[in-house]
Each structure stands twice: as C-alpha cells, then as structure tokens.
C-alpha cells in the first residue's frame, strides 16, 4: 500500500479488507484512549463516518506488553483491524499507519466522499530504527508563527518523527517570552530589515521583521507536540549567535572592547563576531532565562549551542584573558568549554541534559553532554567513542536549506545539491563505530536553517519531498541487502505526493519548482565542489 516511512513487514490479503461505514465502531482500549480521539478526529473529518465506540469490531486499539516501545502490529481480517503498540507511541504510529492505509483523501479535512471507504486486508509489523527520529526548525532567521508550527508538527507525525528541535534564538532574533527579561522580545525580538538572498547580491528588503511566542504560546506548541508523540528540544544559543540578546542587554556583550550599546539586532546572515562575555553576571543571567525555559519544556535535553564562536573578542578582552588565568586554562577554546560545562552541570543539577554542536568537543567535552554532530561524521564519531550520545546530522546530507538540484531555477541556491536520492541515502551510522560505540548514536535530525526560508511556504518547499526520505531513514531498518531501493521508494512516492497534496504541503515537484516558486536574481551561495565524505 506505498506506506512512508516503509514498515518491517507487510502482508497483503485482498479477501480480508475491512469496510467502513457509519456503523464501524472504533474502540480504544485502556491507555490508547487519547489515541483513540486523534484517530476518530482526522479519520471523521476526512471520511463524514462518526467512527463510535462499540463492544468489538471494526477498529480497536490496545497495548500489548510484549512489544517494544514505539513498535506495533495490526491485524485487518475476520471483519476488525487491531493496532497493538507497545506503548501509547507505538499505539499512535500505527494509526498513522491505518490513515495511509485508507488512500490520501483520508488526511484532507473534509469528506470528499462518504462511502467506499475501506482497509486493505493485512498485517504488519513495524518498529523504529532510532529514538530520536528528529527536525530543527528555525524560527529565529524567519519567526513562523504560532499555527504553521502546530501544523508542522501534524506534518512530522504523520511522517513518524518524533523529536522538534525548535531553534528559538540568534544574532537575528529572540522568540521566548522570558518575563524577568522584558526586553529580550521586546528589543531582541525584531529587527529592522533583512538580507535578501546571500551577502553577495547585496540586497535588503527594508522591512521590519519580528515575533516571539508567549510563554504559553509554547506550552501550547509543547501539548500538542506530546498528544503526537513528539518531544519539543529547545534551543538557546550560546556563547555565540547571541547579538539579539546582547542588543536588548547590553551588559552581556564584551563590553570592554566593543561599544555594545550600538548594536541593534543583527540583519545580515552568517557568523556574526559578538559573543557573550564570560562574567559571574551572565552565567546568572542565562540561567535566569533557563529556569523558566526548564518550566514550559519538559524535555530531558536543553540545546545550547555552542557552534560558531569566533574568539577575537575574548582575545583582545581583558576580562576575559583574566578568567581564563583565573582559572587556569589553556586558552579561548578551554574558556568556551569551561562555559558550556558550567552550563552541563547547572541542568544536570536539575534533571536535564545539555547537547550541542559539536564545536562543544573543542577544549574538552562537558561531562554528560551530547553532541548534534553537524560538520560531517567526525564529530559524532569522536563524541560516540567517548561515550557521548550523538545525533547524526552532518550539513553535507541532511540540511535542507541545501539546494535540491543544480541549475538556475532553484530558489536561493544555498549548499551542497541535495537530491530526493541523495537523502534516502543518506546513513546515519558511521561505518567506523564499532557496535559499542554505534549504540551512542541515538539517532539523527533534518535541520531546516530558514535564512533563506520567509514563511511557511519556503519551508513546505525546502522540507518535501525530502522529509519523507528522511523519515524513512531515521524509522526504516536498513534491508539485509544494506542497499536502500530508491526505485521502489520512488513509486511508493507516486502515491504520497498524493498524501502531501490532501495535506496542503506546497511541496518541490519532481520536475522542478513551479514559476512561483522560483527566485530569480537573488543570490544564493552554492557549493559547487564534491560532498565531503561521498
């Protein structure tokens, strides 16, 4: 039935398929109850069927202890279809399962028919490759608001992803609410204009550009996500990309050899030399803003950053030449470590995990952490040796800001050519782990990094069909073969460009973009060079 991502097995019977009418019930067994009402919302949205709940038959969830977490099985024959899951997850996934087994008009919002509604005779049994199945979407570049990020999230369940890294700060804005820091959203949450395309066409569209979301903005965000089965990650920024907060404080920023009450938010894109000083202060100041951030997101792992630090200013600081003799440490990349591993041990204290780029390797690894390896492999092999957990998602193959083919008419040309093929590809377990080791990769991310990205639209375009091979990788076990078959993924594709259509996903059509989606003139910054590491 063209499932995405591809489960374990699948067997296909055509005697046994289930009809659905007014009368099939759909039963929701102990803990699969809130499960239960998402199915028998889209499902009865989309078909007009009232999908009730009944003493047997038709549609029944339930918990089965002798699976794993996150795995399930269904049964569609003898007039029911069963979903077993191992936890609630599992329970959900495999709903999202019995909608793609329904055909693509079962994810529109209306019926567009009444009858003829029915699931295939089957039975399948499927579980996850990886725990964290995950997507960084960037809302600090391009603030998206509120309700295109709730639909995002509908957009990853129904693609089996589980973790949203949201990348809430940077030099071009700050998007949390944090009350006893008024002016972080107030001063650091816009900014004047902004960089149209790359540096080089020096092109600005003079126009203001700003959000943030409230604190309950984001509890609402991290609800919705949960009754999805999907854990929300922040991420706060820091020591560098930290010019929007340094605007709205100046105090935080090395004030001893920048005039740091003249910077405004930052309207170029890039990496930007002002970074945060490296005072008693600040450290207060940041754990002021994460105590409340710890309070909206329940999430084991905080993000801080860490990447792209440039260290001229701590260079020619005295302030911070004097920390680092305080302390008596090596130079400016120890005095970044030791900033990170304050940091490392302040959530830790409280329950949480740090993880960040893998630019937190350099000058010592905090203890505990774990690393978004993102420049290539080498990082997370480095972190997975030590035994650091890793998530894998090296800019070479899982950046989908990247451009999606080489010439002319695609939009922004950013990155390395990044094709629907070279995604479903991409393997995000190094070769050189051994099985020790390749345990600490607990799974692998999309980064979506929205410079390039004005709204919801831009992301659609960038993100699909590339998210769906991403989804298979990060869900679908490697074949005995190791060899993925991209022709077989292709025709399952047929049917979900189908499925993305009935979702609204204003997609990259397989034979390009379409005129309106195109951006002629602006400039881009491809790389024209080989992937590293292909």
Known sequence: MDLIPAPLTARYVEEWALPLDGDTPLTAGPGTEAVGAWLRSVLGAATGLPLLPGAGGGLELTLDGALAPESYRISVRDGRAVLRGGDPAGVFWGAQTL???????AFRRAPLRRTGWALPGCEIEDAPRFGWRGVLL???RHFLPKADVLRFLDLM??????VLH???TDDQGWRVEIKRYPRLTSAGGWRERSMVGYRSGERRDDQPHGGYYTQDDLREIVA???DRQITVVPEIDLPGHAQAAICAYPELGNTDVVDTATLGVWTDWGINPNVLNVSDATLRFFEGVLEELLEIFPAEFVHLGGDEC???????????QARIRELDLAGEDELQSWFIRHFDSWLTARGRRLIGWDEILEGGLAPGAAVS???GYAGGVAAARAGHDVVMCPEQHVYL?????????EPIPVGYVRTLEDVFRFEPLPPELDAEAARHVIGTQANLWTEFMNDARDVDYRAFPRLAAFAEVAWSELPASEARDFEGFERRMAVHYARLDALGVEYRPPGGPYPWQRRPGVAGCPSDGPVPGV
Do not use: F, I
């Open 99 to 105: 909608r793609q087994l329904l055909g693509p008009d």
């Open 138 to 140: 960037d809302v600090s």
């Open 157 to 162: 369940a129904a693609h089996k992803l589980n």
């Open 166 to 168: 949201l990348h809430l």
């Open 224 to 226: 919705y996500a949960a």
């Open 310 to 320: 440039p260290k001229d200013q701590w260079r020619a600081s005295p302030a911070a």
């Open 373 to 375: 390896s993102w420049r």
């Open 401 to 409: 800001d990247h451009r999606q083919a080489a010439g002319e008419y």
